[in-house]
């Protein structure tokens, strides 16, 4: 019975954290300066989230959609010559150009606010 009822805890523990965004709060270094700034990843129990970097706007944006109904289709897409990768694109809402999804913060390698390779984050907040 205890293995059993273990096996439900994990069972529920890992269905939450699954639903489960995140807030991170990253730093960089631009040069002497220090940089801060917060970006989420990852949906809630209602919906699901894109995330991306518009380098126009400087800004972090988001698309979000209910949870459960389809999830937006790319606009476009683009070959990386140095990957051989093709990269779809995706509409932002405020966003002219469409823009490459960043799938999660262990994916975004360089900090695009300052180039920065070796940023800092940490997580800040969970959300459902």
């Known amino acids: 019975m205890l293995k ?3 096996s439900l805890i994990l069972l529920a523990l890992l269905t939450n954290i ?5 807030g991170y709060q990253v ?3 631009d040069g002497d300066e220090t940089v801060t700034y917060r970006v ?3 949906g809630a ?11 126009a706007s400087e800004k972090f ?5 209910d949870r459960g109904s389809d999830a937006p289709e790319p606009v476009c897409s683009i070959w990386n010559h140095e990957t051989g990768k093709t990269i779809k694109l995706y509409q932002f809402p405020g966003v002219e150009n469409p823009l ?3 799938p999660s913060i262990n994916a975004m390698k360089v900090c695009p606010k300052t180039g ?3 940023f800092k984050h940490r997580a800040m907040l969970a959300y459902d």
Request: net charge negative; aromatic share 20%; glycine share 6%.
């Open 4 to 6: 059993y009822t273990l």
């Open 18 to 22: 699954a639903f489960a965004g995140t």
């Open 27 to 29: 730093t960089s270094q």
């Open 40 to 42: 989420n990843f990852g």
């Open 45 to 55: 129990r209602r919906f699901e989230q894109h995330t991306a970097y518009d380098p």
């Open 61 to 65: 944006v988001y698309l979000k959609w």
């Open 100 to 102: 490459p999804i960043i």
């Open 116 to 118: 920065d390779e070796n």
